[in-house]
Structure formats: C-alpha cells, structure tokens
C-alpha cells in the first residue's frame, strides 16, 4: 500500500519560514520524481517545485528564491522549505509521486498539508 504523508503545515507571520515534510512509503522512492503542489482557496491546483531522481530541482517563478525543495532518499522523504512567506503562499500543500512507466505514468498523492500565512 502506498503511502505519502505530509506534515508540517502551519499558521504563520508574513515573513516567516516553514518547512513541509512528505515521508513516503510503499513505493521504490529513490526512482521517483517528486513534486509539490498547492491549491488556495477558490483557485486551481498548481505545480510549486519538483525534484528528479537525480535531484534536478524546477520552480514556479512565484516562489524562486523562497522555496528549496530536496530529498532524503535514506529517509523515504521529500522536503519544502519555505521562506520570506507572503500571505499569497496560503494553501493546502500535496506532494506527489511520480514516475513514467511504460504503461503510464504512476502517480500518487498525499492527503496535503495547510499552510496559513497571515498577521
């Protein structure tokens, strides 16, 4: 059974910094590209920043220079930093997993994480 958990969702000030964590299990996670999204309130899900197998990492321009995404392949377990947090960084927070096969695409989901940034 696959599993990915994230945690580490908070409120916080403007300014501020918090780091999310998805620990995964049930799956060969060191083959896994890994991804971030976020979902705010009456918006769609976006793409916040991924990191390959081999660690190259992508982000949305919004939070360039803000976020770092890594991995601890030892741990089973993806990572989001994030600083100098503005309220629009509000959101509940998914990792996925993802990895293309030749049958398709394998993904799987967390159930998120809400981070609140506000005064």
């Known amino acids: 059974q696959v599993q990915l958990v994230e945690s580490g969702g908070d409120l916080v000030q403007p300014g501020g910094s918090l780091r999310l964590s998805c620990a995964a299990s049930?799956?060969?996670?060191?083959?896994?590209?890994m991804r971030w999204y976020r979902q705010a309130p009456g918006k769609e899900r976006e793409l916040v920043a991924s990191?390959?197998?081999?660690?190259?990492?992508t982000y949305v321009d919004s939070v360039k220079g803000r976020f770092t995404i890594s991995r601890d392949n030892a741990k089973n377990t993806v990572y989001l930093q994030m600083n100098s947090l503005k309220p629009e960084d509000t959101a509940v927070y998914y990792c996925?997993?993802?990895?293309?096969?030749?049958?398709?695409?394998?993904?799987?989901w967390g159930q998120g994480t809400r981070v609140t940034v506000s005064s």
């Open positions: 996925k997993a993802h990895l293309n096969t030749r049958l398709g695409p394998d993904d799987y």
């Open positions: 049930g799956i060969s996670f060191s083959i896994y590209g």
């Open positions: 990191i390959s197998s081999g660690s190259t990492t």
